[in-house]
């Protein structure tokens, strides 16, 4: 029983009990996102940017704010998403292939069901 009073004490049972705030912040994002509150997704993820500067999770954030664009739909939604996706591979020019995926083809797709007349 010391040694977790001990542990109590130091603040080390919790540090390694709690997630990380950034972690927190992305989770939270993701799941508005899936719920469809894209404003509140993006509000968190702009959070998570601005203060977490080193966060593991800055291109993860940044890729999930053209995703909740892209999931938006709306025509100027749409317009956001591919900004957001081209100031993605500009920072992040290494992880493209994951950009392309889960935005580029999705926003090329969107673009051209609308500017294929319907039959």
Not at 3 to 28: C, N
Not at 49 to 70: C, G, H, P
Not at 76 to 103: H, S
Request: aromatic letters at 8%; zero cysteines; hydrophobic letters at 45%.
């Amino acid at each position: 029983m010391g040694a977790a009073m001990a542990m109590i004490a130091t603040g080390a049972f919790a540090q390694s009990a709690a997630r990380p705030a950034d972690k927190v912040l992305y989770d939270r994002a993701i799941e508005n996102i899936e719920h469809g509150d894209y404003a509140a997704a993006r509000l968190t993820l702009n959070t998570l940017i601005n203060m977490y500067a080193t966060s593991e999770y800055q291109a993860r954030a940044k890729l999930a704010i053209a995703v909740s664009w892209l999931r938006q739909g709306d025509e100027t939604a749409l317009v956001q998403a591919e900004a957001e996706y081209r100031d993605f591979i500009l920072f992040y020019p290494d992880m493209k292939q994951a950009a392309e995926v889960q935005v580029g083809e999705p926003l090329r797709k969107i673009r051209e069901q609308k500017a294929t007349p319907p039959r």
